[in-house]
């Protein structure tokens, strides 16, 4: 494979201008907050970023210098490699992108004003949205899975000094339902099965809680993978046993708090019997996989 040309940003700004066209690759947003002076904007993450260049810039002879945000990401040399394959023929990658130009005191539009920050979590209570907030759990055995929700009652998340001090979670059991059965009869018993005595015992056990305790930070965490990992208790059929599960936690622009994580949990630690080949023998059709999956996704306010 050949080597990516690439231009400094020394060598950039002494060709200024006119010397190519400058094509920002980041999201509009990010393009709107800061770009190079005179800069056209092509989203490498969106499906039409040849259709857009091909707009912008349609003759292909046309020298380009693409850039994104700190050159160490694939950004760029993935929006050289795929203008190259349709045909452009002078496409090099600005070293360093948008922070080296930056860091070298050369212009900027619109005029450099403070930096943009990632939002922070801030110490106080957030409040758990049951509207926004779901949980999904997926049950299965060797031939078939059933997969539904069960509605959040509420909870919170308590920050104190940029860390996770407490929190809860509440489910109400008696909103399990199942979306993968489509025979009305065929759904109706399996609900009125998990909500029996045979599973969650929703008469007598009519919520499930989730207490947090804290969280550890993952070391080299990237965005779109689980950046804690959390601390806590679940209680079910009044049982309370420790777990700990990877999450995601993004503090957002508007003050909120969002969350997602994906937990697997042995049932029968918690009396959740029906099925379990390591206590049942002969079970047949019957067999029920130990483990169940439950996917959470939090809007806390």
Same mark, same amino acid.
């Given at each position: 494979?050949?080597?990516?040309?690439?231009?400094?940003?020394?060598?950039?700004? @002494?060709?200024?201008?006119?010397?190519?066209?400058? *094509?920002?690759?980041?999201?509009?947003?990010?393009?709107?907050?800061?770009? *190079?002076?005179?800069?056209?904007?092509?989203?490498?993450?969106?499906?039409?970023?040849?259709?857009?260049?091909?707009? %912008?810039?349609?003759?292909?002879?046309?020298?380009?210098?693409?850039?994104?945000?700190?050159?160490?990401?694939?950004?760029? &040399?993935?929006?050289?490699?795929?203008?190259?394959?349709?045909?452009?023929?002078?496409?090099?990658?600005?070293?360093?992108?948008?922070?080296?130009?930056?860091?070298?005191?050369?212009?900027?539009?619109?005029? &450099?004003?403070?930096?943009?920050?990632?939002?922070?979590?801030?110490?106080?209570?957030?409040?758990?949205? &049951?509207?926004?907030?779901?949980?999904?759990?997926?049950?299965? $055995?060797? $031939?078939?899975? !059933?997969?539904?929700?069960?509605?959040? @009652? #509420?909870?919170?998340?308590?920050?104190?000094? +940029?860390?996770?001090?407490?929190?809860?979670?509440?489910?109400?059991? #008696?909103?399990?339902? $199942? *979306?993968?059965?489509?025979?009305?009869?065929?759904? +109706?018993?399996?609900?009125? !099965?998990?909500?029996?005595?045979?599973?969650?015992?929703?008469?007598?056990?009519?919520?499930?809680?989730?207490? *947090?305790?804290?969280?550890?930070?993952?070391?080299?965490?990237?965005? #779109?993978?689980? $950046?804690?990992?959390?601390?806590?208790?679940?209680?079910?059929?009044?049982?309370?046993?420790?777990?700990?599960? &990877?999450?995601?936690?993004?503090?957002?622009?508007?003050?909120?708090?969002?969350?997602?994580?994906?937990?697997?949990?042995?049932?029968? %630690?918690?009396?959740?019997?029906?099925?379990? #080949?390591?206590?049942?023998?002969?079970?047949?059709? !019957?067999?029920?996989?130990?483990?169940?999956?439950?996917? %959470?996704?939090?809007?806390? %306010?």
């Amino acid at each position: 494979m050949s080597a990516i040309a690439t231009i400094t940003c020394g060598e950039l700004k @002494a060709k200024l201008p006119g010397a190519a066209v400058l *094509l920002d690759v980041l999201p509009p947003e990010e393009y709107a907050r800061r770009h *190079l002076p005179g800069a056209l904007n092509a989203c490498i993450y969106e499906v039409v970023f040849l259709e857009t260049v091909a707009r %912008l810039v349609p003759d292909r002879s046309t020298p380009i210098v693409v850039y994104d945000a700190t050159g160490s990401t694939r950004a760029s &040399p993935l929006a050289r490699e795929r203008l190259v394959k349709a045909g452009y023929r002078d496409v090099s990658v600005l070293k360093g992108g948008l922070a080296a130009w930056a860091a070298a005191g050369y212009p900027l539009e619109p005029a &450099p004003g403070d930096e943009p920050r990632e939002p922070l979590l801030k110490d106080r209570t957030y409040r758990i949205d &049951p509207e926004q907030s779901v949980l999904e759990w997926t049950g299965r $055995n060797i $031939n078939n899975r !059933h997969y539904g929700r069960i509605t959040l @009652a #509420g909870g919170e998340i308590v920050i104190r000094e +940029g860390r996770l001090t407490s929190g809860t979670i509440t489910l109400e059991m #008696g909103s399990i339902c $199942n *979306l993968d059965l489509r025979d009305e009869g065929y759904r +109706g018993m399996l609900i009125a !099965h998990l909500m029996s005595e045979d599973f969650f015992d929703v008469d007598r056990f009519p919520t499930a809680t989730v207490t *947090l305790s804290g969280w550890e930070a993952i070391a080299g965490a990237t965005p #779109g993978t689980p $950046n804690y990992m959390v601390l806590g208790y679940l209680i079910i059929k009044g049982i309370t046993r420790e777990i700990r599960f &990877p999450a995601v936690i993004a503090p957002q622009e508007d003050g909120s708090l969002k969350a997602q994580a994906t937990v697997d949990f042995d049932r029968t %630690l918690w009396n959740v019997d029906y099925g379990s #080949g390591k206590l049942f023998e002969r079970l047949g059709m !019957h067999l029920v996989n130990d483990l169940i999956s439950v996917e %959470l996704f939090i809007v806390a %306010l």
